[in-house]
T-cell receptor
Framework: DSGVTQTPKHLITATGQRVTLRCSPR?????VYWYQQSLDQGLQFLIQ???????AKGNILERFSAQQFPDLHSELNLSSLELGDSALYFC??????????????FGEGSRLTVL | AQSVSQHNHHVILSEAASLELGCNYS??????LFWYVQYPGQHLQLLLK??????LVKGIKGFEAEFIKSKFSFNLRKPSVQWSDTAEYFC????????????FGKGTRLSVIA
């Protein structure tokens, strides 16, 4: 158990819908990262938050947004869903140094299926 | 921008065979290097990491990796694989200085057969 909690574990929805994925980082970790894992693209970095502020942005679509709340949990919002958004979405957190060492602790992921 | 190439998509080995998974990265500066493993149905876990010092890094479960700076490589090795090593292996890199996200390779699936 990495200490990072993600909900829901599985989600099935229809095209055009909107979903919210939730992540609770390890206790004390200030930095949260979101990654998308698909068969053809591998693990793609989406976005990073550090202590409530956006720190880095990767290949995140405009239809996707995220935030980190004062209690440090984070939510990833995916809207106007398309079939191609079906993937495993991972959240990861890292220590108080803000990730300078780079080691990430991953949650078990949320598997999104868009039909 | 950083990038990571893992040349083998799927490797199939018999138990007790030796393993070497290739990883090459592209980045102009000093880097940190990582290997993560994802067992079936589980989250990614850190196998080993390199920040500085001895380029031969030993990790958990008998894995090791060697950083060869001149080749921009960080290959993962294990002398004798077990059935329980069946998993997906990801190489990752980030900039040594600063707080930058890990960039992952596309992964190599390892299947170990009895």
């Amino acid at each position: 158990d990495s200490g990072v909690t993600q909900t829901p574990k599985h989600l099935i929805t229809a095209t055009g819908q909107r979903v919210t994925l939730r992540c609770s980082p390890r206790s004390g970790d200030l930095s949260v990262y979101w990654y998308q894992q698909s068969l053809d693209q591998g693990l793609q970095f989406l976005i990073q938050y550090y202590n409530g502020e956006e720190r880095a942005k990767g290949n995140i679509l405009e239809r996707f947004s995220a935030q980190q709340f004062p209690d440090l949990h984070s939510e990833l919002n995916l809207s106007s869903l398309e079939l191609g958004d079906s993937a495993l979405y991972f959240c990861a957190s890292t220590g108080k140094d803000g990730g300078a060492t780079g080691e990430l602790f991953f949650g078990e992921g949320s598997r999104l299926t868009v039909l | 921008a950083q990038s990571v190439s893992q040349h083998n998509h799927h490797v199939i080995l018999s138990e007790a065979a030796s393993l070497e998974l290739g990883c090459n990265y592209s980045y102009g500066g000093t880097v940190n290097l990582f290997w993560y493993v994802q067992y079936p149905g589980q989250h990614l876990q850190l196998l080993l990491k390199y920040f500085s010092g001895d380029p031969l890094v030993k990790g958990i479960k008998g894995f090791e990796a060697e950083f060869i700076k001149s080749k921009f490589s960080f290959n993962l090795r294990k002398p004798s694989v077990q059935w329980s090593d069946t998993a997906e292996y990801f190489c990752a890199v980030n900039a040594h200085s600063g707080n930058t996200p890990l960039v992952f390779g596309k992964g190599t699936r390892l299947s170990v057969i009895a």
